[in-house]
């Protein structure tokens, strides 16, 4: 069965956008403003017009960063994300990069209305996500440090819109950056041969798959430590059991990665590794509980 045309368009955009990735982080930016940032009722915090306008902001500098990501990476694409690729057929080269300068222009006009500063962010922050597209993502471990950096901006500008900078925040910051970290890791090990025919400099096609699961179990030891920190030390009332949940999700993944050794394995891994990413974001609504 043939879809029309314009329904095939619009499955291809929402491919190219990763509308998935989207809307995890939009639903992290409301909640992390509403449970942890803002010091006001949820009520109060929702009726601020500036935090709709920061939250829109970030989604459509994102779905532009993965347009122009699509179109630097079209090529390794092919052998990694064969589907995709199909997918992304339905829209032309110049229609993305039309939708990458139209979105980035409505992130920033959203910002404008927030302040200057929010406009500079935002500007920085487009202008890294380009960086990284272009030259970042084919540098040795470079690529893995600016995607985990890129990934928690959405949340650092929501920290720095409410000026919240208590010390344990920082080490919630350290804990999603090292999970950030170990899941794109893992997505090398999966893509690691269009990696290596297109020259993408990363960790499982220059040092090898032993030495890589040696760095992600090593990232994996930091991460735990985080999660018994926070255990410990945080009062984070019911979110505890997603913390609990963690350290044997972690456990279990890394026994897992170690059997892993072909493509769907490693697919397998790095799901494990979202779905602690996706379920933390949740657990966030437990943190006052």
């Known amino acids: ?3 029309p045309k314009h329904i095939r368009t619009a499955i291809s955009f929402i491919s190219n956008v990763r509308s998935y990735n989207i809307t995890a982080v939009f639903i992290a930016q409301y909640l992390s403003a509403l449970f942890i940032f803002s010091k006001n009722p949820i009520l109060t915090t929702l009726k601020d017009w500036n935090l709709h306008f920061l939250v829109f902001a970030t989604t459509f500098s994102i779905a532009a960063g993965y347009l122009i990501n699509n179109f630097y990476d079209q090529e390794r694409d092919r052998i990694n994300n064969p589907l995709r ?7 032309s080269t110049e229609f993305q990069l039309v939708s990458y300068i139209f979105f980035n222009f409505i992130g920033l006009t ?3 209305l927030i302040s200057g500063r929010a406009v500079l962010f935002y500007i920085f922050y487009q202008l890294l996500i380009w960086l990284y597209s272009h030259k970042l993502n084919k540098i040795l471990f470079i690529n893995n440090l600016s995607y985990s950096i890129l990934s928690i901006f959405p949340v650092f500008a929501i920290f720095l819109y409410y000026k919240n900078f208590q010390t344990y925040l920082f080490i919630h910051a350290g804990f999603l950056f090292s999970i950030l970290l170990i899941s794109d890791i893992i997505k090398d090990l999966r893509s690691e041969k269009g990696d290596l025919i297109f020259n993408y400099k990363t ?13 992600v179990t ?9 999660s018994v920190w926070i255990l410990l ?8 059991y997603y913390f609990y949940a963690n350290i044997f999700l972690i456990i279990l993944a890394i026994l897992y990665l170690y059997k892993a050794k072909n493509q769907q394995e490693y697919f397998i891994s790095h799901q494990i590794f979202k779905g602690i990413i996706i379920l933390g ?9």
């Not at 199909?86 to 829209?91: A, D, G, R, W, Y």
């Not at 960790?203 to 760095?215: A, D, F, H, S, Y």
């Open 1 to 3: 069965m043939s879809f």
């Open 85 to 91: 690729t199909q997918l992304n057929k339905e829209i």
């Open 110 to 112: 959203l910002a404008a």
């Open 203 to 215: 960790l499982p096609n220059t040092i090898g798959e032993k030495n890589t699961k040696i760095i």
């Open 218 to 226: 090593l990232l994996s030891f930091l991460n735990l430590f985080f």
């Open 233 to 240: 030390y945080e009062n984070i009332g019911y979110m505890k």
């Open 281 to 289: 974001i949740l657990s966030i609504v437990l943190i006052k509980i």
